[in-house]
């Protein structure tokens, strides 16, 4: 009895199940780093919390608040004051006259300027501190004395200046003053009274 052997698969179907074979890999290396790239944030905060790498930590890992910084020297307090003095035709102050920080903590403090000309008008401020020897250990993280500043016509803006005093200040300063002189571009610039011109370049974090 003779049998009939098997027709050979063609070569249109072999290469339609090598497709099929490929795109399945595929799918699982897909499904394998999307799911080891899910694992890593947990993994990474669990790492951080046992060998404490990080220093600044999110609310996600101590609950509500804003970030913490586990440098922070909460055994001092240093008054920041503020100071503004305008060189031109706008008006320009802080919103607060000082306040009480920590050294290590982050802090924020708000100017308002005010044009009211009926022209635009670029202007830059200079930072300067008292006493002198402050001037280094005061780090300005973001700040509108990094540019210079273009005034619309009767435009007023409040401009953020976030700021930590590092905590290696000396022990017996204890009050710091802060204070912007902001001049008219083109127009003399005169030191603010018993404070040190900070004349880093723009983007300096001092």
Known sequence: MSTNPLPEPSGEATDQRYNR??????????????????????????ICEITGINVVTTRELHGAGSLKNTQVDKTRTVTVEFDSNARGPFAFRPVKNSMEVHPGEMATIVYEVANGQSRDISAQAIPSYAPKQATQYFKKVECFCFKQQTLKSR???EMPVVFVIDP???????????????????????????????????????
């Open 21 to 46: 074979g490929m795109l399945l890999r595929l799918l699982v290396i897909v499904a394998l780093m999307f799911a080891f790239g899910y694992a890593l944030v947990p993994l990474y905060k669990k």
């Open 168 to 206: 290696d200040l000396p022990k017996d300063v204890k009050n710091i003053t802060l204070s912007y002189t902001f001049f008219e571009i083109g127009s003399p610039v005169a030191q603010a009274p018993g404070g040190q011109l900070d004349v880093a370049p723009a983007g300096s974090g001092s």
């Open 155 to 157: 435009e007023s803006r």
